[in-house]
Nanobody
Framework: QVQLVESGGGLVQAGGSLRLSCAASGRTYSMYAMAWFRQAPGKEREFVAAMRWSDSSVYYADSVKGRFTISRNNAILTIYLQMNVLKPEDTAVYYC??????????????????WGQGTQVTVSS
């Protein structure tokens, strides 16, 4: 099992920035990728960004490219999501996820085996 704990959400004005963190523990040696997803009220959970652990390849949803950056700190098994130029439509609960599958696009919820509890991000206009 892998445990994931997110932090860093909050309320910010449009145009502002936030950084989310996700600390992993447990069977972290089995992880092949980690990602961020988000879910707005009444909508399905959607992909935001992912990083493949083996070579640090990164993937972004078109809606966040150029504004969000995913990164990691191997020493403390933590990934981050730096979110800049935030928009009201970025308002959602943000979830960290980990995959123990060595193949995949890593763009879809069904490819991930472990999930954090979520952290709320609210962007006011």
């Amino acid at each position: 099992q892998v445990q994931l704990v997110e932090s860093g959400g909050g309320l910010v004005q449009a145009g502002g920035s936030l950084r989310l963190s996700c600390a992993a523990s447990g069977r972290t040696y089995s992880m092949y990728a980690m990602a961020w997803f988000r879910q707005a009220p009444g909508k399905e959970r959607e992909f935001v960004a992912a990083m493949r652990w083996s070579d640090s390849s990164v993937y972004y949803a078109d809606s966040v490219k150029g504004r969000f950056t995913i990164s990691r700190n191997n020493a403390i098994l933590t990934i981050y999501l730096q979110m800049n130029v935030l928009k009201p439509e970025d308002t959602a609960v943000y979830y960290c996820a980990a995959s123990d599958r060595n193949r995949g696009t890593y763009l879809y919820t069904h490819e991930y085996d472990y999930w954090g509890q979520g952290t709320q991000v609210t962007v006011s206009s």
